[in-house]
């Protein structure tokens, strides 16, 4: 029976589900030429869809549906952010779409749908609603990737992306029938109790291995990348603005419900495994991401290395090691939009500034949109003080507390040579000159764009002295 209480702590997904219908219908009876409501519509959305998570939160957590979804401090804080990311996606996409002839209103109610997966994701107290976020999540995805259809490199993104993700579920729903079958029950914490005492252990060994497969998928860690930069390239930049920064926070909410709230006694099995993940991610990314000369291609390959950093609070299965984490992928989110923002900001119809030459002397055109992009790469290399700095250092100092002296080290070396490819942007920005004969480089005169785009940008600066604010509040989230 459902009760009010349960309607209540839903309220949030409640509300986004019957808002992300009625953008879909509101759209079905405008005209194309008036599509701008449609956007902001869907931007006032998400904006009451992040005041009812805030105004709703609770000093306790509270519990739905017989336990199976769950309203915690964690789950907030990773709402609350993808809500933002997503209305940094919708400002800085539109004059984007519209060059293209994308501007649809499907891209609003897809990426409203995939949010609404997100949080019922970040939110799980049980194995089925573990699941449903997924694919909520990822089926909405896939359509985006492949929103311009005239594109065979956005088509073949979407297939791959499909394939990774079709992948990634088959694996964790294997790995959760295994663990159903060990102990006899699709509750997290019920999973806890048994872990410790089912007649099966190596039955339950087995799927926690499918289950950080499944997991190394969904973050793109290596060795489960493989197409990932592909699905970059290939897809919308909009859209590969929202893949970077969206699925690398519903993964640390991921990560946390299943190996922490489900398979905590069997920490000592799992956190080896990231471990080795966050090496191999931290070495693979930075070193293949120096011979990029795609930007995108380049990020793609720097999301990788980052997941290495994420992995390296996870590694560390305490309430440390996992703030940590939730502090550098809110961190990163941040820093990945305003990259992706000054590319949308720079590309116009028929030239996608995609490639780092592109940015050649940007400085001498543009030195507003050269300082925010400069900023995100100082950020993304961890060069004090900025934010990227601040969350390097919280995770290599959990990985050192949880014995992991190795990895950090390895992190420490891969964070070094990641100064080569993000300060060659910088160089290319500043003191390289365009060849003859190409078509300067013009930001685009979006008002709110450049608006929106400067405030995350000055944010990454301005968040510095309130490092310590969030970090707290993530604290109290494990606390």
Excluded at 45 to 64: D, E, N
Excluded at 182 to 206: E, K, S
Aim: hydrophobic residues 60%; aromatic residues 12%; proline residues 4%.
């Amino acid at each position: 029976m459902i009760s009010l209480n349960d309607l209540l702590v839903i309220l949030p997904e409640l509300y986004l589900t019957a808002a992300a219908c009625l953008v879909l219908l509101f759209d079905v009876f405008i005209k194309d030429d008036q599509r701008d409501a449609t956007h902001w519509v869907a931007i006032i959305v998400m904006l009451v869809g992040i005041f009812l998570v805030i105004h709703g939160q609770t000093s306790q957590t509270v519990t739905a549906f017989g336990g199976m979804f769950v309203r915690d401090h964690m789950a907030e804080i990773l709402k609350v952010t993808v809500l933002i990311a997503t209305v940094l996606m919708f400002v800085m996409a539109r004059p984007w779409l519209k060059d293209r002839q994308l501007f649809l209103g499907e891209f609003y109610s897809l990426s409203i749908f995939s949010v609404l997966g997100v949080m019922f994701l970040v939110s799980a107290g049980s194995l089925i609603t573990v699941y449903l976020g997924l694919e909520l999540f990822t089926l909405p995805a896939f359509a985006l990737v492949a929103l311009n259809r005239e594109s065979k490199l956005s088509s073949e993104a979407a297939i791959k992306f499909f394939v990774l993700g079709a992948l990634a579920s088959g694996l964790l729903l294997f790995g959760m029938s295994l663990i159903y079958g060990a102990t006899g029950t699709l509750d997290l914490q019920a999973i806890f109790a048994a872990a410790g005492t089912t007649a099966h252990p190596h039955l339950l060994q087995f799927g926690l291995v499918f289950l950080v497969v499944g997991i190394g998928f969904e973050f793109g860690a290596v060795p489960f990348h493989m197409w990932l930069p592909d699905v970059y390239e290939g897809a919308p930049t909009p859209i590969a603005m929202y893949i970077s920064a969206v699925p690398k926070l519903a993964a640390v909410g991921l990560a946390y419900r299943l190996l922490e709230v489900g398979l905590g006694p069997l920490a000592h099995d799992w956190r080896m495994m990231l471990a080795i993940m966050a090496a191999l991610s931290l070495v693979v990314g930075n070193v293949v991401a120096i011979a990029q000369a795609n930007l995108k291609r380049m990020l793609a390959y720097s999301t990788i290395s980052h997941m290495g950093f994420v992995f390296l609070g996870l590694a560390n299965p305490t309430p440390e090691g996992y703030s940590s984490a939730l502090f550098y992928a809110v961190c990163f989110a941040l820093m990945e939009t305003v990259a992706f923002g000054v590319i949308l900001a720079l590309a116009r119809k028929g030239f996608e500034c995609e490639m780092i030459d592109d940015l050649k002397g940007l400085n001498r055109r543009s030195p507003w949109f050269a300082g925010m992009m400069a900023i995100s790469m100082f950020s993304l290399a961890g060069i004090p003080p900025l934010w990227g700095f601040a969350a390097k250092v919280l995770v290599l100092k959990a990985a050192i507390d949880g014995g992991m002296l190795w990895l950090a080290i390895v992190a420490i070396i891969c964070s070094i040579i990641g100064l080569f490819y993000y300060l060659r942007v910088v160089k290319v920005m500043y003191f390289d000159v365009p060849a003859e004969g190409v078509e300067p480089l013009a930001p685009k005169s979006d008002f709110t764009l450049r608006w929106l785009l400067s405030i995350n940008a000055l944010g990454l600066i301005a968040m510095i002295g309130f490092s310590g604010v969030l970090y707290a509040w993530c604290q109290a989230a494990f606390g």
